[in-house]
């Protein structure tokens, strides 16, 4: 089985102070990883994913994501905030293994860039 | 936005009516999906459809009833709905769902669904 959890439910961070969001995740083989954005009223705009090689990955916006098998983590990132980030951040995965399985989703985490 | 529309975007219905809700994608992929996004809850797949084919069922009652005529088009067929399946209804597509696919999806924006 394959699940991926988002410890936090808010993030509160300072306009140009790093931020980071949280994903942990579970999956038998190797894992397919996507971080999405959803601003009010939008639907989700996908900003990164890993699928093999660095374990740091680039995306829009300004974010990146960093792959740690160890602690199976895929923290987003970004080093300097803006307001506009504001919004609800989802984490997800499938198992590359699992067969014709659909992406798991995280509950999401709210980010608020407080100005 | 992203190359998927969804319409309407919002949509008022009583339990006893029938409506349906559309989505299409001008991407050229294969796979689309139906979501429910509910306040407080992590969003819920309904349905997908690869190559045109249900492949994904999850337990979803049967007044809601899904179509794909075709790889551009989904449809989300509504009936005798509750007041808890209001909610935002997102559909999204993506290159390829079977096994190993690493493609993600696209989403459409949404129809805000009230039921009353």
Known sequence: ??????????VNVAEGNPLTVKCTYSVSGNPYLFWYVQYPNRGLQFLLKYITGDNLVKGSYGFEAEFNKSQTSFHLKKPSALVSDSALYFCAVRDA??????????????????? | ETGVTQTPRHLVMGMTNKKSLKCEQ?????AMYWYKQSAKKPLELMFVYSLEERVENNSVP?????????SSHLFLHLHTL?????????????LGGGAGVYNEQFFGPGTRLTVL
Do not use: M, W
């Not at chain 1, 293994?97 to 100005?115: C, D, E, M």
């Not at chain 2, 001008?26 to 294969?30: A, D, K, M, Y």
């Open chain 1, 1 to 10: 089985a394959q699940s991926v959890a988002q410890p936090e439910d808010q």
């Open chain 2, 62 to 70: 049967s007044r809601f009833s899904p179509e794909c005529p075709n």
């Open chain 1, 97 to 115: 293994a699992a067969g014709n399985t659909p992406l798991v989703f995280g509950k999401g985490t709210r980010l608020s860039v407080i100005a």
């Open chain 2, 26 to 30: 001008h991407l050229g992929h294969n």
């Open chain 2, 82 to 94: 509750q007041p808890e399946d209001s909610a935002l209804y997102l559909c999204a597509s993506s």
